[in-house]
Each structure stands twice: as C-alpha cells, then as structure tokens.
C-alpha cells in the first residue's frame, strides 16, 4: 500500500477541490470517487450496493466528503434520501475501506449533526443527534466511522459555516441580496461561526496526519464569532456602499416571514423569507474550534472580513 495514495470522495466540490489541490502540494497522490466524469471512479451514493470494489485498492488514507447537503429550499426532506446517500453509502466505502486495509478515514460532517445546546459556544461535548433527517443522516455515519472498527484512525471533521470563492450557498446569495439592495438591515444579536474553505481543508490533512487525532470530532471554524449583522455590514463595506445605522424591526421581519409561510402553503415551494429562514438569519451557531487547535495545532490563516473583497470579485466575475 502506498502511504501517500490517498482517495478524496466529492473531490469536484467546494471543499473537495481545494482539499485535492493542497494534498497534491502536500505530495499526495490523490485519486477521485464520485459522480463527475472527472473522477477516477464512478459512484452514485444514490444507489445502493453501487460502491466500487476496488475503490480503496492501494489507498492509505480516504477523505470522505461526497453526500446530500441540507436543501434549505426544501419544504419537506426526504429522509429515506439522507439515510441512503449520507449513512448507508459511508457504511459501504467504510467496509470496503477495512477489505483494502486503509490505514485513515476523515469524515466530513457538519455542526449540524447534533442537537442545539444552551452551551455557548457549543463544542464536540455536544451528542445528541440532531432532529432533522439531514442531520440524523450525518450523526449516524459518525457513529459508524467512529465506532464501527473499520479502520486504525477514524476522525470526524465538523466545519462550521464554509466561505470562500463558491457561487452556491448562503453567503454569495447573501452577497448577491446585500447588492441589489434587497436584504434587510437586521438588528445585532445573533452569534454565528464560519470557516475559510482552504482553513478546512488544512484542519482535514493535518487530522489525517496526526496520531492523536485518531478517534476524535473537532469542530472546525475561524476562531472569529460574527452576528448577521456584522456579516451585512462587511458585505457593504466590501462592496463599497456606505455603513447604515438603522435597522428593520423584528416584528415587521416576522410578519413578513408569515407571509412567506402561507406562500410556501399555497405554492409547494419556499418563499425567499419564512419563519424558518428568519430563525436562521437570526439566530445563534456559535462553535468553539479550540480542541483542534489546543490537540493539533491548528490556527486558521483566514478570516470573512479579509476574503470578503476577494469573494466578491469572483461573484461579479461569475454574474
């Protein structure tokens, strides 16, 4: 087995590509799984059983990132969906990981695996699985990468919010509302944590590397705590529109998020604005990275305010 023959799944995406482009810097030899043509091997998680045997064939480590991400445009999620894609496809690259014999295995989870806790920041002493289908899907492969006994070195990576260049997301649609004049000015209040892409991509190797992190969840973010508010205020001054000081009361917020309620009743589709996309623009998810930082070292390079110009010059590149 070569040591340095590592496999990435989702290796087209946001995170995967740039995880790609620092392992090969870093001397990886890298091969692909998913359903891009660019891959080296085809797999549809989708389907079941469909995971190729000599997936892991001479690989010594495997990045596993490929999965359904949680659809905020969905009034409903397919549970049945999330299991198959998120749960039963990690279970089938896990045992086919332990036939090879690979040494690592870093799953990339989410903050959103767990149920929200009054701790604030929260950390990975947070376990109760969360309550949504999405987030069930994601706690339950972490159980199996962590506690099935496939692999030497199981790790679980739970980035925060990611930025970086990427027109898919909330942040550029946010970015995109914030220039047309189109998002509210929110009050402060809410806490939120975010990571730079490339900050997760160099927290996932150094994961793979270390001997002490095997068996561990670190929660990856910037070490930096923003309030919504802050975020908009950023944008503005990124796209070099003046600073506001006022501020659209909840109340009105909330009334025009009943609208958007009824919309998404009547039509079958989200509203821009709902109750529940409401509670996320302001409400708190506020982590805490410092055991990775304290067990591994790791300090992130990268903070909104600084890749904010940066961002924007690729989404007025991209329009």
């Known amino acids: ?50 995971c190729p045997a000599a997936l892991c064939a001479g690989v010594g480590t495997v990045f596993h990132l490929a999965g359904k991400a949680h659809a905020l445009a969905e009034n409903r999620q397919d549970a049945a969906e999330y299991r198959q894609i998120n749960s039963t496809a990690t279970r089938e690259l896990l045992a086919a990981a332990q036939r090879a014999g690979v040494k690592r295995f870093v ?30 899907s994601k706690y339950a492969s972490e159980q199996l990468v962590l506690h099935g006994g496939y692999v030497p070195h199981p790790v679980v990576i739970r980035p925060s919010m990611v930025y970086g260049c990427s027109d898919k997301g909330n942040l550029p649609r946010m970015v995109n509302a914030v220039r047309r004049g189109i998002f509210p000015p929110l009050p402060q ?48 001054a990124a796209l070099g529109k003046p600073p506001l000081n006022g501020s659209v009361p909840l109340a009105l917020l909330r009334l025009a998020a009943k609208f958007g309620d009824c919309f998404g009743r009547l039509a079958g589709r989200r509203f821009p604005l709902d109750s529940d996309s409401l509670d996320k623009l302001t409400g708190s998810a506020w982590y805490s990275s410092d055991k990775i930082r304290r067990d591994l070292g790791f300090e992130p390079e990268h903070t909104l305010r600084d890749t904010l110009p940066e961002i924007i010059r690729y989404l007025s590149y991209r329009a």
Not at 8 to 13: C, E, K, L, P, Y
Not at 108 to 124: G, L
Not at 202 to 208: G, K, M, R, S
Request: hydrophobic share 40%.
């Open 107 to 136: 799953y990339f989870s989410s903050v959103k695996a767990v149920a929200e806790t009054e701790r604030q920041p929260m950390d990975e002493t947070a376990d109760l699985p969360a309550a949504d289908p999405y987030g069930q």
């Open 1 to 50: 087995m070569a040591e340095n023959k590592v496999l990435v799944t989702g290796a087209t995406g946001f995170i995967g590509s740039v995880l790609c482009r620092k392992l090969e810097q870093n001397g990886y030899s890298v091969v692909s799984a998913g359903r891009s043509e660019a891959s080296d091997f085809y797999w549809d998680l989708a389907a079941a059983g469909s």
């Open 189 to 236: 209040g809410n806490r939120r944590s975010m990571v730079h892409v490339d900050d997760v991509a160099a927290a996932a190797i150094l994961a793979a590397e270390r001997p002490q992190a095997a068996g561990q969840i670190y929660i990856v973010t910037d070490g930096q705590c923003y309030s919504t508010r802050d975020i908009y205020d950023m944008i503005r």
